[in-house]
């Protein structure tokens, strides 16, 4: 059967007893340091993990992906149920290009670039791993995390070492023909020809990239999952059979609102396993085991660094985690 894709923003879903997006009160404010060293313990002892984020990775410098859902955030400018649908993009795709490239030069320029650079070279600067990224990355190095699962569509998992990826929505790196099934990358032909329609604004009219292959001109779409739209094929089993064969799963910057994606951190529970949360604020954590709260790249880089410690200490020590 097909995955579902996600709901607009502001959905909501519990998978019975073992996972919920809503967070219960808390009795007092969680230790992050507590947190840290019992799931550093854990991890040094022995343990894998999956560990499952969310944009709240990659808002951090020199990332610094816009949180979409945060008040004047993209979404507040753009209705995604319009302008990230599926069904709204083949009638009329210069919606979603119109966000899309305006989310990419407002990354350009969060990064320093300017208008002229862009106009006059082509030149776009993008968003990098931040420490969250390098940190989850060298956690799978020390052999603690055996899948990385990603709402993100940045790519900046991979690009900062992680060689276990899975992107449950896609990603914009690459583009397809909506016409004849062909593949470009977003780099190589989607970019230039934003950056050729800029410099001949004066001609009028939207946005819209088409294919390269000769003779079709078919209208490109990016390779990432749109409201409406199917997940890639068999990412979400992937990522639930990765977290069901390990004994922890750490969520990393997310509110935990989008489903299906919403529902895969749950099914660590269902082998009795530990779910570890990381969120500035108390966002999906409500059934989580441990409780990390703080930004995701200091938490993270203390994360990796209490577990290379821990991994040091003697085989006599270590054996008493």
């Known amino acids: 059967s097909r995955e579902q894709a996600p709901l607009p923003p502001g959905s909501r879903w519990r998978m019975g007893s073992a996972f919920s997006t809503s967070a219960a009160p808390a009795a007092g404010e969680p230790d992050p340091d507590e947190g840290i060293e019992k799931l550093a313990r854990m991890l040094a002892g022995g343990r894998s993990m999956t560990v499952f984020t969310g944009a709240g990775c990659s808002v951090e410098p020199p990332s610094s992906i816009p949180d979409f859902r945060s008040p004047g955030g993209l979404w507040s400018r753009y209705d995604p149920a319009v302008y990230c649908e599926y069904n709204t993009f083949v009638g009329q795709p210069h919606l979603f290009w119109e966000m899309a490239t305006e989310l990419t030069r407002d990354i350009h320029a969060i990064n320093g670039g300017t208008q002229e650079e862009l106009l006059e070279t082509g ?33 900046l998992h991979g690009k900062a070492g992680s060689s276990s990826v899975i992107e449950l ?84 910057g997310t509110s935990l609102n989008v489903f299906p994606a919403s529902t895969v951190p749950g099914f660590v529970t269902k082998r009795f396993g530990t ?47």
């Open 123 to 155: 030149t776009i600067r993008h968003a990098r791993p931040n420490a969250a990224h390098v940190a989850i990355a060298d956690l799978e190095r020390l052999g603690c995390v055996t899948a990385c699962i990603t709402q993100n569509i940045d790519g």
């Open 275 to 321: 779910l570890a949360v990381n969120n500035l604020d108390g966002s999906g954590s409500g059934d989580a085991h441990i409780v990390l709260r703080g930004p995701a790249g200091d938490t993270m880089t203390r994360l990796a660094r209490r577990v290379r410690e821990l991994k040091s200490l003697p085989a006599a020590t270590a054996g008493r985690l």
């Open 169 to 252: 929505h896609g990603r914009q790196s690459s583009a397809t023909c909506m016409a004849c099934g062909a593949g470009c990358e977003t780099e190589a032909e989607v970019i230039p020809q934003w950056v050729a329609w800029q410099q001949a604004q004066g001609a009028g009219g939207s946005f819209v990239p088409t294919c390269p292959q000769p003779g079709c001109e078919g209208v490109l779409k990016p390779d990432v999952t749109l409201f409406g739209e199917a997940l890639p094929t068999g990412a979400y089993a992937r990522a639930v059979g990765k977290v069901l064969a390990a004994p922890i799963c750490l969520v990393v």
